[in-house]
């Protein structure tokens, strides 16, 4: 079963970065689609980046466009959320997910679709 972990949270000030990482075990994430997705308690979870693991295709809502990178690490198995210039709408819960279904798709398609694996979440406040 793939495992899926992130990390790299915290509190940063408004223009500040943060680097997220989920990290996969128990399968090779070759294949498969990562989608990025943050959620505000009380609110809908809105997934916010996506990308092909074995292409580097990636995708990004308006929001984050320019500010957020999506990058990988095959041989340490593991997908990045490089934040930049965070402002303080970008305060959630944000979980990385994987799914080989999506392999070959459309990845804003993708972002709107089930993906089975998720982690468990890492917390980022951004806050002066």
């Known amino acids: 079963q793939l495992h899926l972990v992130e990390s790299g949270g915290g509190l940063v000030q408004p223009g500040g970065s943060l680097r997220l990482s989920c990290a996969a075990s128990g399968f090779s994430l070759r294949s498969y689609t990562i989608g990025w997705f943050r959620q505000v308690p009380g609110k809908g979870r809105e997934g916010i980046a996506c990308?092909?693991?074995?292409?580097?295709?990636?995708y990004y809502i308006d929001s984050v466009k320019g500010r957020f990178t999506v990058t990988t690490n095959n041989a340490e198995n593991t997908v990045y959320l490089q934040m930049d210039r965070l402002n303080t709408g970008d305060t959630a819960n944000y979980y990385c997910a994987a799914d080989s279904s999506h392999f070959g798709r459309p990845l804003d398609y993708a972002l709107r679709s089930a993906f089975g694996s998720w982690g468990q979440g890492t917390r980022v406040t951004v806050s002066s």
């Open positions: 990308i092909s693991f074995d292409e580097g295709n990636t």
